[in-house]
Structures are given as structure tokens and as C-alpha cells.
């Protein structure tokens, strides 16, 4: 009953702002068990940091719940690297890092969609695949998408910030 | 005494005779060098005792002339030569420090930014300079930060630039102080875009003018640039030089490309680009200085054509020099002062005027040196300068030519702001020459033997 009230809840949250459900968990985490209270006096909204949207709190409950046993992991966005300090070893470590994390996002992608795919093959009309499950990783899929464009940009604007230093333009 | 048995007569004979020879040699090849200029680089090779003879450079303290007007050099960011050994400098007046450019504004007599193109004799006489105002004035583009200029067989003038932000207020005017103090700094961020993020890039196109400063026609058009792969426009480009067998265009493109580009020089119609390596040019982002780099590093900064139909392309923060034939086919590279961080090594190439141009010198703006190579086998064999303010040191040693006498000219960006000669001395045996140490003002090769690649 309980499950039944969080996938309601989760599908119209989803349904009435799917701008929301992004910033939410714009920061992909490991599956997470539900929790009584996951974001509990926290308010709910992102913070922005020239431009970007981070925001590390936990997916809520009803996001953990909506997807369990999908059994696939988020990677972790690797940190950033500030390039006009970082080391020339250090910027080819973080590029490196990005390289493994976008593959990383890739087969996550992979993994919920094959998921989805397998639910949806064993779907009938007494047991369909629940709307709020797929909107949910459909959601998924799209914030490590985003993710990954994120730390490819990060990373070259931290090339960049690196090879400044050596760019020889006026008023240097 | 030793005895005669030691060494075969005959031995003994030829080891006199060769070195009478080669004493009298030497002297002849040293005599002619002094008066006869580049041809005595053919055939200086081979002396006696293995040492080399190389060409010596001394500089010329007063070269140029006082400029007129209270004028003063900022940054000197391209240099040419014409058929008539005149020489040709454009530098970028808005780099002039407020308390350079009092005159602009009327507070002392000293000083104002000469106009931002110059022409010099031999001699070092003013001969001709015109700029930014005349051309604006009609409407036309004029960079942001010029970079590199180019007078062809035919005298017309070329001219790149690199910047990646838009025209300021006119050079040492009050407003171009008025900024607050954020500003210059937002402004050194705009125009320090490495390449790889397509965004507005300001000097896209190259100017091309008569000698007396009248605008013929560009190509590119000022923030049109789309990247490495445009064949529209260009992006930052720092040098251009004319290949004479073909009557093309070759730019070093550049600060915001990541390519060797090539144009018709009549038409200016784009013919072909290629990247490090002779492969389609990529933007992604890559750090510096990496000789292996599998992509030109911004700036690419030299596109430097030889006799023998090859273009010395000069990946200046990846510390190495590309060599292709004209249509881009990948020859070879070599690497120099491999551990240079900043800049880099490796900013412009030029020639010996000799037809087989047997040495190549190699102007380095971060360890402030001219290294003079072979062309034939690409060693080192010897350098000259150091850094420093005195006549025949540097400071960002950036632009270098030779002229038909064999003499070298350099200009210095940054706060180096000045152009230097470098006469021609005559071939010399390599080792009398490290013996000297200095020459002029230059060090030559301090701290050790010579080394090669």
C-alpha cells in the first residue's frame, strides 16, 4: 500500500514538473534505499554555481522505491580539476576520469533501458508496466546524460583554464 | 722527439698539407663571408678537426632609427621582408602602458603608440606607416590584437590578427584606462580562448592592403568563424607567408583554429587545411605541451615555407615543429626544449637566404634564444640572445626574417616592444664562436657545450 502511494505520488510529481525532478537529482546517486525522512528539513531547491545546477542531497524516497531492482549503479561524476592550478599529470588524470565516466554513464544508460525493455516484454494486460516506472528511468537516463555533458564541459574548461597560460594573447 | 716511424710518411705528408689547406681554406671561405654574403653558406661545411662553420651574427645597437612623433613600439607581434631587403613590422598600439601613452592624452611629452604598420630601410629609416584609423574609417574590419604581416612579391601587405574579443576605445585615449579594474581582467579571460569551445571569435579574417595602406579586400569576416573546419574564415591567425611555386596563401591558424590553412592569394578562395600529423584538424580541447599531441596546440603559430617546397609549421605550446610538403602531406617533426611550460618554445622559423637556405633559425620567446639548426639534418649547432633588455638580448623574442645580405631581424612582444638586426658577421668555425661567449649583447650558447637534437 505504501509502495502503491509513493509510485502515485512520484508519477504526478513527474507528470506536473519534470523540471523539477531534474534538478533533483541532478547529482546521479547510487541506488537508494528508502529512508524515512531522506531530505528531511532540507528545502528542495538547487544550487547554482555559474551556471551549473548541483544538488548532492539523495534522491527522495519515492524515487528509490519507484526503481528497485533495476540493480543498476549511477557512477560517480568524477571531481572537478581546476585548471589554471592543476598539474599537466593532473590534467590528463582528469581527462582520463572523464573518458571511464562517460563510458560508465553509457552503460548505465544501457542497463535501464534493457530494464525497462525486459519489463516491458513481460507486460500484459493484467500486469502492465507501470507509467511512473518508465517515466522515472526515462528520467534517469536523462539527468546521466546530462551529467556526462557536464563533466566533458567541466573537464574542457578545465583544459583550457590549463592552457591559458600559454595562449599568448595581448594583456597577458 | 717523437719518431717519424711512429705514423706512416705518407700520413704524416697529407696531415700537413691538410691543414695547410684547410688554414688557407678557412681563410678564404672567412674573407668572402665578410663581403659576399649568403653564398658563402654553400659549401662551409667539412672544415678541419671536425668543428662546423656557422654563420655569425652580431647585433646592430642603433638599428632602427629614433621614430618620429614621440612614437613609441607596444608589442611587436609580426615582422616581413620585401624584395627590397625593407622591412616591414606591425605591433599592436593598445598594448602600450598608460604611463607609455601620456602624449595620447595631452599629459607629457612622452609618448604615443606609433601607427600600427611600419616600413624600414636597411639603414633603418622610417619609410612608410599607416593603421587602424584609416582603415576603420572607411568601414573596413581591422583585428582586435593584430599578429603577423606578410608583403608578397607584388607589395601588397597581409595582415592576421588574434583577438578573440571585440575593438576597445582607441589606443592610449582615456577611455581605454577608464575600465574598472574588473574589466581588464574579464577581458584578458574573452581573449584568452584556447580553441576548442565555437564561440565568437573576433579576428576570423586576414586584411590585405597596397604598401601605401589601401585596403584591397579580406578574407573572413570579423566573428564568423565556425571552428577549424570553416572555409570561410579563419580564426586568430598569427602568421602568413606566400608559397611563390603555387602563389598560395599559407596561414598559421592559428590561435583559434588548430590547423594549417591554405588560400589562393589572387582569388582568396579557400584550397585546403590539414591538422598535426597532415589529419583533419579537431577543436576538442587537449592540454599542453605534449610533443606527442595528436592535435596542434593553440597557438599554431608559424607556417613557414622553404625553397624545396616544405612548410615548417610551428606548434609552439606542444614544443615542436611540424614539417609538410604544400599539399600537406606529413614529412617529419622535430622537438626542442621539449621541458618548456608557458608559452612554449618554438614561435617562428626563418631561413638562411642562401638557395639550398642550409641553416634555419628558430626564434624561442619563453627561453628567449635563437637557436640556429641545419636545415639538412635539423641540429641544433648553436644559439644566441638570452634574455635580457640589453641590444641583442630579448624579451618574448616573437617574429624573426633574413635578408638578402644574410642579416637577421627579430621583434619582441610582451614588454620586450622593439624590433633588433642582427648583422651578418660572416661563417665561422663553431668553436671559435662558443669561445667568444658573447657577441654584442647576446650570450652565445652559455653553460655548456652545444647541444643537438
Known amino acids: 500500500m505504501v509502495r502503491r502511494i509513493a509510485i502515485g505520488a512520484g508519477l504526478v510529481l513527474a507528470l506536473a514538473a519534470p523540471g523539477v525532478l531534474l534538478v533533483a537529482t541532478a547529482m546521479p546517486q547510487p541506488v537508494v534505499k528508502a529512508s524515512a525522512s531522506p531530505a528531511a528539513g532540507k528545502p528542495f531547491a538547487a544550487i547554482c554555481k555559474t551556471g551549473e545546477v548541483v544538488d548532492s542531497r539523495p534522491d527522495p524516497a519515492w524515487v528509490g522505491q519507484s526503481f528497485a531492482r533495476d540493480n543498476c549503479e549511477a557512477p560517480q561524476m568524477p571531481a572537478p580539476v581546476d585548471g589554471l592550478v592543476a598539474s599537466r599529470e593532473q590534467i590528463v588524470a582528469g581527462m582520463a576520469a572523464t573518458k571511464r565516466y562517460a563510458a560508465a554513464s553509457d552503460a548505465y544508460q544501457r542497463c535501464i533501458r534493457d530494464f525497462v525493455t525486459a519489463r516491458q516484454s513481460r507486460a500484459d494486460a493484467a500486469r502492465p508496466v507501470a507509467l511512473a516506472l518508465v517515466t522515472i528511468e526515462t528520467h534517469r537516463i536523462l539527468v546521466s546524460e546530462t551529467n556526462k555533458k557536464k563533466a566533458k564541459a567541466r573537464m574542457d574548461a578545465s583544459i583550457m583554464a590549463f592552457n591559458e597560460y600559454g595562449s599568448g594573447c595581448p594583456d597577458q | ?453
Open chain 2, 1 to 453: 722527439m717523437r719518431p717519424v716511424t711512429a705514423l706512416p710518411t705518407g700520413g704524416m705528408v697529407m696531415t700537413r698539407f691538410s691543414r695547410k689547406f684547410l688554414l688557407a681554406a678557412g681563410a678564404a671561405v672567412l674573407a668572402a663571408g665578410l663581403g659576399a654574403g649568403p653564398s658563402t653558406f654553400q659549401g662551409a661545411y667539412a672544415q678541419g678537426d671536425g668543428d662546423i662553420m656557422v654563420p655569425k651574427f652580431e647585433v646592430a645597437p642603433f638599428w632602427p632609427k629614433p621614430l618620429p612623433n614621440n612614437w613609441r613600439l607596444a608589442m611587436v607581434i609580426g615582422l616581413s621582408m620585401d624584395a627590397k631587403d625593407n622591412v616591414w613590422i606591425v605591433h599592436r598600439p593598445q598594448t602600450l602602458e598608460q604611463k607609455e601613452s601620456y602624449a595620447t592624452r595631452g599629459e607629457a611629452d612622452c609618448c604615443t603608440a606609433a601607427p600600427d604598420v611600419l616600413e624600414f630601410d636597411p639603414a633603418g629609416n622610417l619609410l612608410r606607416h599607416w593603421g587602424r584609423d584609416e582603415v576603420r574609417g572607411n568601414g573596413h574590419d581591422w583585428p582586435s590584437s593584430n599578429h603577423g604581416i606578410t608583403v608578397d612579391k607584388d607589395e601588397n601587405v597581409w595582415l592576421g590578427g588574434n583577438g578573440a574579443y571585440q575593438p576597445g576605445p582607441a589606443p592610449g585615449s582615456a577611455a581605454q584606462f577608464a575600465a574598472a579594474p574588473g574589466a581588464a581582467t574579464q577581458q584578458q579571460m574573452i581573449s584568452r580562448e584556447g580553441g576548442g569551445e565555437i564561440g565568437i571569435y573576433h579576428d576570423s579574417f586576414i586584411l590585405k592592403f597596397t604598401a601605401d595602406g589601401k585596403y584591397l579586400g579580406q578574407i573572413g569576416k570579423a566573428n564568423a568563424s565556425k571552428g577549424s573546419l570553416d572555409t570561410d574564415n579563419v580564426r586568430g591567425v598569427a602568421q602568413i607567408r606566400v608559397i611563390p611555386q603555387t602563389n598560395e596563401l599559407v596561414l598559421a591558424d592559428g590561435y583559434g583554429n588548430k590547423r594549417v590553412s591554405i588560400w589562393d592569394a589572387a582569388t582568396m578562395k579557400f584550397k585546403r587545411m590539414w591538422g598535426a600529423y597532415g589529419k583533419k584538424p579537431n577543436d576538442d580541447p587537449i592540454p599542453h605541451y605534449d610533443v606527442n599531441s595528436p592535435q596542434f596546440g593553440n597557438p599554431v603559430h608559424c607556417a613557414q615555407p622553404s625553397n624545396d617546397g616544405l612548410i615548417y609549421v610551428c606548434d609552439r605550446t606542444n614544443n615542436r615543429i611540424q614539417i609538410f610538403k604544400i599539399d600537406g602531406t606529413y614529412v617529419k617533426q622535430i622537438t626542442m626544449e621539449e621541458k618548456t611550460k608557458g608559452d612554449g618554445a618554438l614561435w617562428e622559423i626563418a631561413f638562411s637566404r642562401d638557395p639550398a637556405q642550409k641553416f634555419m633559425y628558430v626564434s624561442d620567446g619563453a627561453n628567449e634564444k635563437i637557436h640556429v639548426l641545419d636545415r639538412a639534418t635539423l641540429k641544433e649547432l648553436y644559439w644566441f640572445g638570452g634574455g635580457g633588455r640589453l641590444p641583442g638580448q630579448f624579451y618574448a623574442v616573437h617574429s624573426i626574417v633574413t635578408d638578402t645580405k644574410g642579416n637577421i631581424y627579430t621583434t619582441e612582444t610582451y614588454r620586450g616592444q622593439r624590433v633588433q638586426k642582427f648583422v651578418y658577421k660572416g661563417m665561422v668555425p663553431l668553436s671559435s664562436l662558443i669561445k667568444q661567449h658573447v657577441i654584442g649583447g647576446s650570450v652565445i650558447n652559455a653553460g655548456g657545450p652545444v647541444t643537438t637534437q
